[in-house]
């Protein structure tokens, strides 16, 4: 019977952990440069993307703006209004001109008692005017508020909404400039039931646009 050959298998045994050892080296070294080359590649990708973001800001903003107004105007070339006002108020006339402007028919009627038109169309009297415009829908609008609002407004009134309102008579507002002064002040929307909420506040006047 032939001896077994311990030294044979020994070394037998070597080559085989040698050759593991080496597939298992060349398997991690597979996946470690997968994970540096997906690492590297992802934040080129963001870095790309938010410089692109940067760069294009400026000009989504400026067209935004841009379309806005547009969308503004063309709404109100379908709406009508009949605007109740004292003979002698100029702002009132002003306030007139800048919604006409916007596209809006606002037809001024002169008024001896505008107390009386307040109370038919549900104006508190803390949020009263000089002027009370009624469209023909029945949405109110007291006093200077921009036109951008009133198309923001008739666009999706609220349920619970009458209409908005400006009270007083802020200086800068629309129908109210003065030089270059400005006060900010806040649209408010009334309620059927009276009650009011700030619909938007108006802090400089690129907010009117």
């Known amino acids: 019977m032939k001896p077994y050959n311990h030294n044979l298998t020994f070394k037998q045994h070597k080559l085989f952990g040698a050759l593991i050892l080496l597939a298992a080296t060349s398997s991690l070294f597979a996946c470690s440069e997968t994970n540096t080359t997906a690492a590297t590649t992802t934040p080129v990708e963001r870095v790309t993307d938010s410089q692109n973001s940067q760069f294009q800001t400026p000009?989504?903003?400026?067209?935004?703006?841009?379309?806005?107004?547009?969308?503004?105007?063309?709404?109100?070339?379908?709406?009508?209004?009949?605007?109740?006002?004292?003979?002698?108020?100029?702002?009132?006339?002003?306030?007139?001109?800048?919604?006409?402007?916007?596209?809006?028919?606002?037809?001024?009627?002169?008024?001896?008692?505008?107390?009386?038109?307040?109370?038919?169309?549900?104006?508190?009297?803390?949020?009263?005017?000089?002027?009370?415009?009624?469209?023909?829908?029945?949405?109110?609008?007291?006093?200077h508020v921009p036109a951008k609002y009133i198309a923001q407004f008739l666009a999706n009134p609220p349920s619970e909404a009458i209409g908005l309102a400006v009270p007083g008579m802020p200086v800068g507002s629309p129908g109210m400039e003065y030089q270059n002064k400005f006060s900010s002040y806040q649209v408010m929307q009334i309620n059927k039931d009276g009650s009011t909420?700030?619909?938007?506040?108006?802090?400089?006047p690129k907010a009117q646009l």
């Open 197 to 204: 909420a700030v619909y938007a506040e108006i802090d400089s």
């Open 59 to 143: 000009q989504v903003n400026a067209t935004s703006i841009t379309d806005t107004s547009s969308l503004n105007s063309e709404a109100l070339k379908n709406v009508s209004a009949t605007v109740y006002k004292d003979a002698n108020c100029g702002c009132c006339k002003e306030w007139i001109h800048h919604a006409e402007h916007h596209g809006m028919s606002a037809a001024g009627q002169d008024v001896a008692d505008l107390a009386v038109f307040k109370e038919r169309y549900g104006v508190p009297s803390n949020m009263r005017s000089c002027h009370t415009a009624v469209t023909t829908d029945g949405y109110v609008f007291e006093g």
